[in-house]
């Protein structure tokens, strides 16, 4: 039902602002029946098993595509809100044209849709990669903090996938914890040129 063209966090250099970019549609199947009811914005913070505590809404408006920035203003209207940091949920909801004669033979068991969307900073990831990276090359086995870290992303990703959230939301503040931080990039002393 839903067309996913963008949704990501970046960094806009020319406002030097964090922002969240939101790009979604009904698919060309869907759009004559149904409409994007809501948009819901919320981070890791402010999502308990299924509850939203919104920190951004855009509702009433029945559209059939959705193309915003959500720039880093929400910081300053709501506490606890840190797009470069947080982990970011979005949930889109759509509803069925009820009014509409030729959509009935179409409704499907639901009449309502809701996708959520999870969208974060990658680059918090790629830093704490290229620490690990860096160990790689100075030691002559594979450094056991790197692959600790590589099977904990992996486990993060599986979280989201599934719609595990709450234990998504666990690991990727473990993730950018502290206990994953890396300044071990001293020579193993095996005399191997690293390069």
Not at 165 to 170: D, L, N, P, R, T
Request: proline content about 1%; some cysteine.
């Amino acid at each position: 039902m839903f067309t996913v063209n963008t949704a990501r966090v970046e960094y806009d250099s020319t406002n030097l602002k964090w922002s969240i970019r939101l790009n979604v549609a009904i698919d060309d199947a869907h759009k004559d029946c149904y409409y994007i009811k809501a948009i819901y914005i919320t981070n890791q913070d402010n999502y308990y098993d299924d509850v939203w505590d919104e920190v951004y809404k855009d509702e009433g408006r029945e559209i059939t595509s959705y193309n915003a920035i959500i720039e880093e203003d929400i910081n300053h209207i709501y506490n606890h809100v840190c797009i470069e940091n947080d982990l970011i949920f979005i949930k889109i909801e759509t509803t069925f044209r009820e009014e509409e004669p030729k959509c009935i033979d179409t409704l499907e068991c639901d009449a309502k849709g809701t996708l959520i969307l999870n969208v974060f900073n990658v680059k918090n990831i790629y830093d704490r990669y290229i620490q690990h990276i860096k160990e790689v090359n100075v030691c002559c086995d594979i450094p056991k903090a790197f692959i600790d870290f590589y099977l904990r992303y992996e486990a993060f990703k599986v979280a989201v996938i599934t719609g595990n959230y709450a234990s998504a939301i666990k690991m990727y503040r473990a993730l950018l914890g502290k206990e994953n931080r890396s300044n071990n990039i001293n020579s193993c002393g095996c005399g191997r040129v690293h390069r």
